[in-house]
């Protein structure tokens, strides 16, 4: 029997005494009967609303699974019905299959690469001007597959299969209307687009970079360069000039597109200047419509003067394996990975969309993103080949009105990065908004966290998250969810379907924990750097799995594979560390301290006393807001965490309390920059247990 719910401990969870009087004995009612999963979905379903404060829907989900197996990862917080798993597109491959579970499928399609991705190219209806002889050809190596071998299309023909009247883009502006554009009028802005190139001069295969934020032009403006048969270079709009000079000179791109200038938290932040002291090509260069028209550089154009009056292109046909994007990896050191996605890339987006995150037709997809990261290609792709409406939030998504947005635009799949979630969850921004018409979430870019996940999922009243951890040189994901399983937060369920993956020890042997290898071939998976050898990248001196000769594709995650067959992620192969002969990831630690009371988030690192010897454990951490927890306390209270979740050994020799973690454009913490400042600050003197206060430089 489950325990039952005091008034105290509701009024507690910030309840007024009247309502929690009134609803104690429904909660404790339904903590008696019936499994512990039945008693949360009834909770969920019928009487736990958003309105009620997260602190309760904390308690009652902790009551709720006090007895549970802890060593099967945290407990699910959303379990699909029958009616729900009918309705999805993995359902109905079940039914034309013949298999009887996931766990099936998901077999079927890692055994059966090449009629899986046949059934992925018929079902999204790819199209093609010359159609494929053969789905995979492997006679260059499983590092170098061909698919689709000898056909010829263009990628761009599959993103306008909805009708011309559906909308393709909902978007709003900070304080203005939410608008609408259509397929049709998509689809004859990126033909104007595409005519602009060939009459400015540019010729397929050209380089064209991005320098923008994500509006519905640069959607356009994506897809017209690629419909070309040019190749986009894209750039985030929040890097430097040298930032963006690197990513010129790497591309050899011959043309940016571009904006004055962006708004950004209320402030007009310049970028057409970034551009220009970039020494980049020729820019067109569209106006933000917040400051007065400024000066060009000569050649330069405006937006107005580049757009051809030609609404008509025939795109271009192209081999599979073209270019047709050029993205950066995020590195932290050194000049970033180049990663050309091919014409088939999009289909590894379409169908992670199609699949994992169940995007029908009509479905409308946000996802704060930018063109400069993967995530930015693929909300276009797997939401147009998806034939479903991309919603784009012209501001910032930490505040309010990003919500009131997702609320007014009737978004079904809202995507996120963890940290997005923690500054909702402080703020308190989101409560009392109307998510009821998202079906999914989906989380990626980072290791999250339970308790934010289980925040997340109780504003629009207990929907799933789709955990999504892949990479640019994938194009999607390689180990996510469903909604077909039952989700746990912080918790994957499944190696993307269409490949398979091998969790393996420092000595190359199946484990539970360490460092997760993916089983080639897949579309999606790259076969080239621009900058890089891609064979020492990804297939130096490869592990082989056992009576197995095909050569295991390096990530470099770490990970745990749990009882129940999920997954965890473990941070970074590049952020382990070696505590007392034990090693253990920057993630593993983190995930304890997190959940301690007065902090926001830390970054958990390996330092070396000045006088050298073995690593020891230094920890960076941000607290909430409002907290005043003495800082000798909380230094107690975080070594006690380590000693009771993970291991006693794990000492803390050093916590700095600072204003905020460093993180990379893409938001991942930037652990080499704190190991850097550390040994800036260390004194000359090592001392156990040392606490310092440092400020944001």
């Not at 505040?399 to 969850?425: C, E, H, I, N, T």
């Amino acid at each position: 029997m489950t325990a039952q719910l005091s008034l105290e401990q509701v009024v507690a969870c910030g309840v007024e005494k009247s309502i929690a009087i009134e609803i104690l004995p429904t909660f404790n009612q339904c903590l008696a009967d019936g499994s512990p999963s039945n008693n949360w979905q009834h909770l969920t379903q019928t009487i736990l609303t958003p309105d009620l404060p997260f602190a309760l829907h904390e308690l009652l989900y902790k009551t709720v699974f006090s007895n549970w197996d802890a060593s099967q990862g945290v407990p699910p917080a959303w379990f699909p019905t029958e009616a729900q798993i009918q309705a999805t597109h993995i359902a109905a491959l079940l039914h034309e299959l013949g298999l009887q579970s996931y766990t099936e499928f998901h077999a079927w399609t890692a055994r059966h690469r090449a009629q899986f991705w046949e059934l992925m190219v018929q079902r999204l209806g790819i199209r093609f001007r010359q159609p494929y002889r053969a789905v995979l050809d492997l006679a260059n190596g499983i590092e170098s597959p061909q698919w689709l071998l000898d056909a010829q299309f263009n990628i761009v023909e599959s993103c306008f299969q909805a009708p011309a009247e559906a909308p393709a883009i909902v978007f709003q502006a900070e304080g203005e209307s939410l608008l609408t554009l259509t397929y049709g009028e998509l689809r004859t802005l990126t033909d104007r687009v595409a005519n602009g190139l060939i009459e400015l001069g540019f010729c397929p295969g050209d380089a064209i970079a991005i320098d923008l934020p994500m509006t519905a032009e640069s959607v356009a403006l994506y897809l017209g360069i690629v419909e070309a048969g040019c190749t986009v270079v894209s750039i985030a709009d929040s890097f430097a000039a040298d930032a963006i000079a690197t990513r010129l000179r790497i591309s050899a791109a011959k043309g940016i597109f571009t904006q004055d200038t962006i708004l950004r938290a209320g402030k007009e932040l310049p970028l057409y200047a970034k551009v220009i002291e970039a020494n980049a090509p020729q820019a067109i260069v569209l106006s933000s419509g917040v400051s007065s028209s400024i000066p060009l550089r000569a050649g330069d154009l405006a937006w107005e003067a580049f757009l051809s009056d030609r609404d008509r292109f025939d795109a271009i046909p192209a081999q599979p394996d073209d270019r047709t994007n050029i993205l950066f990896s995020s590195g932290t050191t050194g000049e970033p990975k180049a990663i050309p996605w091919t014409q088939t890339t999009p289909i590894k987006c379409a169908a992670d969309g199609f699949l994992h995150h169940d995007i029908h037709p009509g479905d409308r997809v946000a996802w704060p993103t930018n063109l400069g990261w993967m995530m930015g290609p693929w909300l276009i792709y797997a939401s147009l080949i998806d034939r479903a409406t991309i919603a784009l939030y012209y501001g910032a998504p930490t505040g309010r009105a990003f919500g009131q947005f997702v609320q007014d635009a009737g978004v079904s799949m809202l995507g996120v990065v963890p940290s997005l979630v923690k500054s909702w969850k402080t703020s308190g921004c989101m409560q009392g908004l109307d998510w009821s018409a998202i079906k999914v979430f989906s989380s990626t870019g980072e290791c999250s966290n339970p308790q934010e996940m289980l925040f997340l999922m109780s504003l629009a009243g207990y929907r799933p998250i789709v955990e999504y951890c892949g990479g640019t040189e994938i194009g999607g994901g390689y180990l996510t969810g469903t909604l077909v399983q039952p989700c746990a937060p912080s918790t994957f369920t499944t190696p993307a379907l269409g490949l398979d993956i091998a969790v393996l020890n420092e000595a190359g042997q199946p484990a539970t924990a360490g460092e997760a290898y993916i089983v080639p071939p897949s579309i999606g998976l790259s076969t080239e750097l621009l900058n890089r050898n891609h064979h020492q990248v990804y297939f130096d001196r490869p592990p082989h799995l056992p009576n197995s000769t095909i050569p295991l594709r390096r990530h470099g995650d770490r990970v745990e594979r749990l009882p129940n067959g999920y997954y965890r992620a473990l941070g970074r192969v590049d952020d382990t560390m070696n505590l007392g002969g034990i090693k253990v990831s920057s993630a593993e630690i983190e995930r304890v301290l997190n959940a301690e009371a007065g902090i926001c988030e830390t970054a958990a690192i390996a330092v070396s006393p000045p006088e050298g010897g073995p690593s020891q454990l230094a920890i960076y951490a941000v607290l909430e807001p409002d907290s005043d927890r003495d800082r000798d306390d909380l230094a107690a209270a975080l070594q006690s965490a380590i000693r009771q979740h993970l291991n006693p050994m794990f000492k803390i020799r050093d916590l700095r309390i600072v204003d905020e973690l460093p993180r990379t454009a893409s938001n991942k913490v930037m652990r080499r920059v704190l190991r850097d400042r550390f040994r800036c600050l260390q004194a000359d003197r090592f001392e156990p247990a040392r606490i310092a206060i440092e400020t944001r430089t």
